[in-house]
């Protein structure tokens, strides 16, 4: 799945590169791997999965 997809699939417009929160922890958007957005948190080292409607909100 690409970026398209998931903004059709799911409803929502999410970019690579912008700021969101989940599930309360900060981080950036760094890509898309399947139906899920691929997230550097901050401080961590690696990146992780995460589900576009699940308790994602655009940092403000």
């Known amino acids: 799945m690409s970026a398209a997809d998931v903004r059709r699939m799911f409803g929502v417009n ?3 590169g ?3 929160t989940v ?3 900060p981080g950036v958007i760094i ?3 399947g139906q899920y957005l691929q997230v550097q948190f901050d401080g961590e ?5 995460a589900h ?3 308790r994602v909100e ?3």
């Open 18 to 20: 912008e700021r969101i």
């Open 45 to 49: 080292k690696h990146s992780r999965r």
């Open 58 to 60: 655009r940092a403000s």
């Open 23 to 25: 599930d309360g922890k």
């Open 31 to 33: 890509g898309f791997i």
């Open 52 to 54: 576009p409607t699940w």
């Open 14 to 16: 999410y970019k690579r």
